[in-house]
């Protein structure tokens, strides 16, 4: 069998024989691409469920977010609608359903690398452009963005603390099969720069997290929003760091399991640190917002008024759509975990929800 056809694991077991120990970002990397180019994640029948999927009422309140941003910004023309891993394309049907109500009516653009949910989201928004990256996306005309649940699923680097020194964590075989575990203490690579002042009072054992490619791509959407102007909503699961703990964690029908089991087979994710990624916008001169709480967030936007009105639209679904709103806003569901955040351009108005 080729190394091409290989599974996953075996084929990184093959990378460290040849190359020794891989870095946690190198093998997250690696699954994650595997994982979302070979099938749709997404739904009961799938391994998790976002907010989107679980009403309409979320990609309805981020839309309407924008388009009133849009529109006391003095409604700049030939706006585009820009979303970093749409999934199904699910929040950006009811995003642009509820723009349209507003008269607004972007070109839509989606940043997606995985050929199986292109499909799903071309068949529901059939004039989508897709994209690999942000660089090329159009250089002309105001970005609207949305990225929810986008930046929780690209790598970090993990350093742990052992004894006085902070050392790269890292990946390796084990000796009796191609299964893959972290390199038991002492670790690896030793790191001494670059490390935040909390660093010095870890005790061993201690993980810190960074997010290289979350940063990167923070800023190249930061830099891309000073020049075109617009502004960017992002949502996900995190804290605002810097801050100890080893968040890395893999899903597999619903359910938590082992990151080295079955690599590429499960969604591995990590919590996303809010003060980076902010950081981004703070250095290409942006507005920042947040972050706040989703459920602050979502209920500032209308997300009660919105649910009461779909509930006497409905009154057999009453239920149904309660329990949707509980679990997007409430503190024990998704409201507090789940944060959102903006990137504003200095010349436009803020956005709703951020503030009483």
């Not at 989508?128 to 660089?135: E, M, N, P």
């Not at 990946?171 to 203490?185: A, H, K, N, Q, T």
């Amino acid at each position: 069998m080729s190394a091409d056809h290989l599974p996953l694991g075996r084929r990184l077991a093959r990378q460290i024989d040849a190359g020794g120990p891989i870095s946690v970002a190198h093998y997250m990397a690696e699954a994650n691409v595997h994982y979302y180019a070979t099938r749709d994640p997404l739904g009961v029948a799938g391994d998790f469920t976002t907010a989107p999927e679980i009403s309409q009422m979320f990609g309805e309140l981020v839309g309407l977010c924008l388009a009133d941003l849009w529109m006391r910004s003095g409604r700049r023309p030939a706006p585009l609608y820009v979303e970093l891993g749409p999934g199904r394309g699910t929040l950006a049907a009811d995003a642009l359903r509820a723009m349209e109500g507003a008269a607004l009516a972007p070109r839509v653009h989606f940043v997606e690398t995985s050929p199986a949910l292109r499909e799903r989201q071309r068949a529901l928004i059939p004039h989508v452009t897709h994209h690999g990256d942000l660089d090329s996306l159009p250089d002309e005309g105001p970005l609207l963005v949305v990225a929810n649940e986008f930046f929780d699923a690209l790598p970090i680097r993990q350093l742990v603390r052992t004894g006085d020194e902070w050392r790269e964590r890292v990946v390796i075989r084990r000796e009796s099969d191609d299964g893959l575990i972290f390199l038991p203490m002492p670790g690896y690579r030793q790191i001494s720069e670059g490390l935040p002042p909390l660093a010095a009072d870890a005790p061993a054992g201690a993980i810190l997290e960074s997010p290289p490619a979350g940063a990167t791509i923070a800023l190249t959407l930061a830099n891309r929003i000073a020049r075109q102007g617009g502004a960017a909503i992002i949502i996900d699961y995190g804290y605002e760091g810097p801050a100890i703990g080893d968040t890395l964690q893999a899903v597999r029908h619903h359910r938590f399991t082992d990151p080295f089991r079955d690599p590429g087979e499960c969604d591995l994710t990590a919590h996303v640190d809010f003060t980076v990624i902010g950081n981004m916008a703070r250095q290409a001169g942006l507005k920042l917002l947040g972050p706040v709480g989703q459920g602050d967030f979502l209920r500032r936007l209308g997300l009660d008024v919105r649910a009461a009105l779909l509930a006497q639209a409905r009154p057999d679904s009453a239920a149904a759509i309660e329990a949707a709103r509980s679990r997007l806003a409430d503190p024990d569901q998704m409201g507090t975990l789940f944060k959102a955040m903006a990137f504003v351009h200095s010349d436009w108005a803020e956005p709703a929800g951020f503030a009483d």
